[in-house]
Structure formats: C-alpha cells, structure tokens
C-alpha cells in the first residue's frame, strides 16, 4: 500500500524530481514563464505531480491555457441556461418553465452563477482569454425538460470532474493581476468588484464547489417523478452524489475513465491510496457508498472531447 | 456496520490527558507556569493548537470530519420520527462518506509519519446548540457542518504543500458539496447555492463561500467546548 505516502508517490510520478528540486532555480525559472495578466509570487517547494507537468509544457503558458479550457466549459454552460430559458431557442421547455416558479428561479439561479464564472475567467485572464467558439448546439438536450435535465446534470458533473484534473496544474502562489475587476450583470444589474490579487488556485476551486452544488440539485430535480424518464434508470434512489459511475442516462464518457486511467478512474473507482477501501478500512463499505464518497478527475482530451458534441468551433 | 464502529473514533483519551499529548499548543502550559501567583491560579482554556505543514492541514480536516460524523451517528442513533426515508437515506449516505474520509485521513496521515490529533475524545463533542430532536434541528446542524466544511476546504486547499494530497483533498471535496447541496434542498428546496454560500454579487459572485482556519476553527470551537481550537502553526498561504 502506498497511502499517499508524499515522497514515495513523487518519485513514482517523476524520477527526476530529486535533481529538479535540487535546482530550484531553473524550476522557479520554468514555471516563471506565464501569461503577463497572471503573476507568480513564488514557486513553491514542492508541488508533486503537477511539477512534472507544468516543466513539460515548456514554454506555453500554462495556467492560461488551464484557464482558458475552464472558460471554454463555463462558456458551454452558460450558454446552454441561458438558452433553455429563453422560448426563442428552446420552445420545447417554454411551458415547463414558464408554469413553475420553483423551477425558474432555480435554473436562471444557475445561470447566474455560470455566467459569474464567465466573467471571472475572461477578467483574470485579461488579454490572455480566448475567444469564445462561433456557437453551441444543443438541440438534442432541448427537446423536453427531463432531457433538459439529463444533459444539465451531465454538464455539472463534468465541469467537476475537469476542475479537478486541473487542480494540480495550478500553482498554489498564482495570483489574479493587480488591478483586475470583474463586471457581473443581474436581471439587468451590473456590478463591477476588483478581483486583483485573488488566489487561481483558490477560486478555482470555490468555482468547483459551486458546480458540485449545481449537480447535486439538478440530481435532486431528476429524482422527483415529474421530472423523471424511463430513461433516467433508478435517480428516484439516489441524492446529489454518484453511485458507481451511474449516469441514469447522461452520456456514459462523463463517468467513465479518462487517460491515463491510472490518473483519471472511472467514478465507480474504490481505491485511494492503494488501498481498497470497500474492505481496508476498519468498516466494511459497499463498492456505491465507497464511489459516492469520492468524485474522480477527468483529463482535458477527454473533456473536450465529450463536450465537442455540443461546440461549433 | 459503521454505525456501531462510531466510537472506535480515533481517539478515547479523557480530557484529563489531551494536554500531554501531541498537537496540544505549549501555549496553554506556558501560561500556566508564568503566573508566580499561587493565591490566584489562573483560568486556563485547554485548547488544541494544530501543527504546521501538511500535517497541520490533514489535522485541520480530520477535526471537521470528526465533528460532522459524530454529529451523523448521534442523530441515526436516535433519529426524529419526522424524519422522512429520504431524510434518513441522505443522512445515511453522508454519514457513511464522512466516515470514510476520516478513516482514510487518519490512515493517510499515519502512512506519512504525522500525527493525528487526539486533543479531545468524540463523546465530548457538543451539539447543544440544535435541536437534534426535530428535523429542522437536525437539517439545520447538519447543513451548518457542511457548508462550514466546504468554505474550509475552500480556503485550505492553497494550504497543501504536496500535489499528492492535493489531489486526495479535491477528489473528498466536490462531495462536501454535494453534501452541503443535498442538506440545504432537503431543508428548504432550491437553496442549494443561495446567496449566503454563494453570493450573486460582488468579486465573490458565482463562488462558493470561503473561510480561513482561524475563522472555521472560531465556529467549530463551539462543537468543542470548553476546548478551543487554535489555528496554532497551520501554513497561512
């Protein structure tokens, strides 16, 4: 069993980390070289697996392509709330939406947040950001609401699962340029805060929180009879998290493995640290208690790939 | 089941002991030692006072964990009888996933040579200030813990030094999430990101709320009481 054990795992991730670290120069002049608009503070000692990456990316700039990619998923998600709401390009949803209230708020309520993580992303990467692709498709998810539903919950937990496999890419010192601001816009409000000096990795992962929050509740839609299809397989037993790599009708690619497996199990995945935790822990657990418990990262290939579906470049 | 194994928590020392043991902060003894006044013995806080590095951090975790998942096995042991089956199945299934996490925090800190807290045993901890005899008590204590939990995890994420456990800590993470989430929803239906966990406006709209350990360890000092916790050498960036 190796159990996390730090060093023990580093090597294994990268033989040479020894040397690297031996010359903390050429690493703090490596991962030095990074978009204008993010500032590194100061590498730190040790930054694991995500070291070897970002040494082997070599010139590139690194966290804004991580950034970017995250910007490229909020975009898709935004778009596809945004449009669902709208009569215009989801008229299949109309009456859904339009004759509950509960409903409506909670969607447009998601909206908010993915159009909030937009704005964030394209302000902290500044001059760096991408342009957003020519459009998106949706069409086959708007067909009613428990498809709206399927594909929204699929979105959410594959916006989880590329945060995560990004969360080693980003240096626990990046921060977000000084004299940044963020302009977000609500039911016609704008507001505009600075966001100068805020920590990458951080709000990073407050974004990830977020969407595991969206995909909880978008679960907890689905369970609810009125929302449900034969489709949807057995959601009326299962709450915000997932079991085994159970999708009750999402796209299987959103739970499966991504590459290298190793890396990025599948969600039904019940070894951490070497250790099969159905039976090596001092309980005993079922292979669903001990996959819901942990939620697995996915490799941006994979990610762009399942989401290319839906992007017109 | 893991129900019944809810008392091998890590951790049976009395309190009479904590203050020998490692993680408890010199500072409290040190107090005791500079008052020359034998008239007037001083009061002294027994506190735990986390250590620095990952070691600090993995500590700082496995508190919040073993304050929740006690909180989980004192209400399924005696549940409110209004409780509904599908109240009781998230209950059941977030207790299950806490203790897991804390069984493999505890594991993962023994594998490197760190030490797991052990400042105050799990009976101790008190929940007096819910009513864990309703079910809005209960959903409230539990959803408390858990969005404390996830602002925790946001803002001590940065505080790992190794990649290794970083990626351990996001994998546990997204499912405090999930947890917060499902808890809010049962409680009041599409509060899931309302604006006290997730504000709408501002620098931190669209963000999951944040909190550093002094002020999560400020709130979780209430489940602890009379023992505070200290932030003590926890890394601050």
């Known amino acids: 069993m190796n159990l996390f054990k730090i060093l023990a795992e580093l090597e294994q991730v990268d033989p040479e980390v020894a040397d690297r670290l031996n010359s903390r120069r050429s690493a703090l002049s490596a991962l030095g070289n990074i978009s204008k608009k993010i500032t590194l503070a100061s590498a730190p000692a040790i930054i694991g697996a995500a070291f070897n990456k970002t040494l082997a990316q070599g010139t590139g700039s690194p966290l804004a392509d991580v950034l970017n990619y995250a910007l490229l998923l909020e975009r898709l998600e935004a778009a596809y709330y945004t449009r669902a709401l709208q009569a215009s390009t989801a008229p299949a949803l109309a009456t859904a939406f339009s004759g509950n209230a509960t409903l409506r708020t909670a969607i447009e309520k998601i909206r908010d947040n993915e159009n909030a993580h937009v704005a964030l992303l394209t302000a902290a990467l500044g001059s760096a ?131 290298p497996a190793t890396t990025f199990p599948a969600e039904d995945n019940v070894s951490q640290g070497g250790l099969n935790l159905t039976s090596q822990l001092a309980a005993t657990y079922t292979a669903a208690e001990v996959s819901e418990a942990f939620d697995e990262p996915l490799d941006s290939a994979t990610v762009r790939s399942i989401a290319s579906g839906f992007i017109i470049p | 089941m893991p129900e019944a194994s809810s008392s091998t928590a890590p951790s049976g020392l009395s309190r009479r002991t904590f203050l020998t043991h490692t993680g408890v902060a010199a500072a409290s003894l040190l107090l005791l030692t500079a008052c020359p006044d034998p008239e007037t013995p001083p009061v002294v806080t027994p506190t735990i006072s986390l250590t620095g590095g990952d070691e600090g951090v993995l500590n700082y975790l496995f508190l919040l964990e073993r304050v929740a998942t006690e909180l989980y096995a004192k209400v399924l042991a005696t549940p409110p009888a ?15 996933h806490n203790f897991i996490h804390r069984e493999l925090l505890q594991l993962t800190m023994s594998a490197n040579g760190f030490t797991a807290n052990a400042g105050i045993s799990a009976q101790s901890f008190d929940y007096a200030s819910f009513t864990l005899t309703t079910r ?31 990626r351990l800590f996001v994998k546990m993470m997204a499912v405090k999430a999930r947890h917060a989430a499902a808890l809010r929803d049962l409680r009041t239906p599409g509060s899931f990101a309302a604006t006290d966990v997730v504000p709408q406006t501002g620098a931190e709209a669209g963000l999951n709320q944040v909190l550093t350990p002094a002020e999560v360890l400020a709130e979780l000092s209430k489940f602890t009481s009379p023992v505070q916790l200290s932030v003590g050498s926890l890394p601050t960036s």
């Open chain 2, 82 to 96: 209004e409780l509904t089956a599908a109240d009781l199945g998230v209950l059941r299934d977030i207790y299950r």
């Open chain 2, 136 to 166: 809005l008590g209960v959903l409230n204590a539990a959803q408390s813990l858990a969005d404390l939990t996830v602002a925790a995890y946001c803002g001590a994420a940065r505080l790992l030094s190794s990649g290794v456990l970083l």
């Open chain 1, 129 to 259: 950001a991408a342009a957003a692709p020519t459009g998106f498709n949706f069409a086959a998810a708007y067909t009613d609401l428990p498809t709206f539903l399927t594909f929204a919950q699929a979105f959410e937990d594959l916006g989880v699962r590329a945060y995560k496999g990004q969360a080693g890419n980003i240096s626990r010192t990046a921060t977000v340029a000084a004299n940044t601001s963020v302009t977000v816009t609500n039911a016609g409000q704008s507001s505009t805060a600075s966001i100068g000096g805020a920590n990458v990795l951080q709000v990073a992962l407050q974004i990830h929180a977020t969407e595991a929050r969206h995909a909880a509740y978008i679960r907890y839609l689905r369970r609810q009879a009125a929302y449900a299809t034969a489709a949807s397989g057995s959601i009326g037993n299962q709450f915000g998290w997932i079991t085994g790599k159970a999708g009750n009708g999402a796209p299987a690619p959103v739970y499966d493995a991504g590459n």
